[in-house]
């Protein structure tokens, strides 16, 4: 009997399965599994704690690989952790890359280890409140480089200074990643202290703090919310430096050649697996490549290809931050093209419309983002951009200082081919989950199909997060 088993006689249910090598030490292994634990998981499938260790393995294995413990494992999970060693690549050991296989095929989501130490996030966080409290300090010099820039630049109109500098600066990170994001995210962060210089100086005629949190609920302020969840987008950035970092320690640890030229300790067994496998080697190596460069594979990567995004975006996944700043500004455009119809700009409209109708539209959003998951990064990122945009176009037009027809109508005009291309996109996304979704779950009927055929199938045993901790309390004592 396994020691999972030993302490569940009834059995998990797992949804996590974590794929090994045997070949790396007890506390890398649970320390890297700490570090890539999805947090919806309740019960980890580990091969040994989960398949009785004690007794004659081979009977277990020694019959097609579609009927082991771990294919019928694997067709219950969802989730597919793949921990990596310092000592071999674990895409050496033909189990592994079997596993992989039947992972890709269920279309489950699979991780190597991308979560940072928490106190190599020390140096970021103190690098980056220096450059913010250095570059804050020369647009603040005594001789008014804050003046310079308005009085010389587009940014006279101060207005529009806030809505070019922070917004624009994280969606060129977002959208467009670089080689040197600890440079970028410090060059965000110079944006911001110039952001908030510029905040400085058109509220610099308050007299007081009651004085100036009054001028703060004026409906053109309205706009400090994106502004401010742009501005803590622009902070992640700074984890995803040493997320990066991570990932790419990982990564090297998985480095193979080939598949094709996997080994197993068995010979019957490494005939049987090469059999499953035939044919898909390639489709295999380029996942494990996928899952080198971002962390992280799913059908929804090959979806997200397929619709232009660029795979290195893949990385960075999706950021709450970037979507409910998207939220809030089209909200606000709303806005806009009712002041602008209704000329209505003196009186505005009140705060509790707008938070209002913020707080339902994140809550759309998010609840759709929270089915579709990774296929939404164009929609989100399209959402983000445009409605940034439309934000900057109102405040350019109205440079004019007058509330004409034509400066109304061009408005619309922009706002309805912006939201024209959010409906694209997310018309686009919504067809590619479609279709995956649709032949991930024909894929899981048939492996399913085949698995009920199983007398032993009843027998499987699974892993929980419990014995996990257990094994873990046992060794540290």
Request: contains cysteine.
């Amino acid at each position: 009997m396994s020691w999972a088993l030993m302490l569940h006689p009834d059995g998990l249910e797992c949804d996590t399965f974590v794929t090994h090598a045997w070949s790396e030490g007890v506390f890398e292994f649970l320390t890297k599994i700490r570090q890539m634990r999805p947090w919806r998981a309740r019960h980890l499938y580990i091969c040994f704690l989960a398949n009785p260790q004690n007794a004659d393995i081979s009977k277990l294995l020694s019959k097609n690989p579609m009927d082991s413990p771990f294919a019928d494992a694997l067709l219950i999970a969802r989730h597919f952790l793949v921990v990596p060693n310092h000592a071999v690549s674990i895409y050496t050991r033909l189990w592994c890359v079997f596993e992989i296989h039947l992972a890709m095929s269920h279309g489950h989501h699979i991780v190597i280890p991308t979560k940072p130490k928490k106190r190599w996030i020390v140096p970021e966080v103190v690098g980056g409140i220096l450059v913010l409290a250095v570059s804050f300090l020369v647009f603040q010099a005594p001789w008014g480089l804050v003046n310079i820039i308005t009085d010389k630049c587009l940014f006279r109109d101060i207005q529009l200074g806030h809505s070019m500098l922070v917004p624009m600066s994280v969606l060129l990170r977002h959208r467009m990643p670089c080689t040197s994001p600890r440079s970028v995210s410090w060059m965000i962060l110079v944006f911001v202290s110039l952001a908030v210089s510029l905040h400085i100086k058109k509220h610099s005629d308050a007299n007081s703090m009651s004085e100036y949190v009054r001028s703060l609920k004026a409906s053109h302020n309205q706009c400090m919310i994106p502004h401010l969840l742009f501005v803590l987008a622009g902070f992640r950035f700074a984890w995803r430096v040493h997320a990066d970092r991570v990932r790419d320690r990982e990564a090297d640890l998985l480095e193979c050649e080939t598949v094709e030229k996997a080994s197993c300790s068995n010979a019957d067994d490494e005939s049987r697996i090469k059999d499953a496998i035939r044919g898909v080697e390639k489709t295999i190596d380029d996942t494990i490549l996928m899952v080198q460069r971002i962390g992280w594979w799913s059908p929804a990567v090959e979806a997200n290809q397929q619709l232009g995004v660029h795979v290195d975006r893949l990385a960075d996944g999706i950021f709450p931050e970037i979507l409910s700043g998207g939220c809030c500004y089209w909200v606000l455009a709303v806005r806009n093209v009712f002041l602008f119809i209704s000329d209505g700009w003196r009186e505005g409209v009140g705060w509790e419309s707008v938070l209002l109708g913020m707080l339902l539209t994140n809550a759309l959003c998010f609840a759709v983002v929270c089915y579709v998951r990774e296929y939404s990064i164009l929609a989100i990122d399209t959402l983000a951009s445009t409605g940034a945009i439309t934000h900057v176009a109102k405040n350019v037009l109205l440079l004019a200082r007058k509330q004409t027809n034509l400066i109304a109508h061009f408005y619309i005009i922009v706002v309805v081919v912006a939201f024209a291309q959010v409906l694209r996109s997310i018309r686009k996304v919504w067809a590619c989950a479609d279709e995956s979704i649709r032949r991930n779950a024909i894929s899981n009927e048939a492996y399913g199909l085949d698995s009920s055929s199983d007398d032993d199938s009843d027998s499987t045993p699974s892993a929980s997060d419990q014995p996990v901790k257990g094994f873990d309390g046992a060794l540290q004592g």
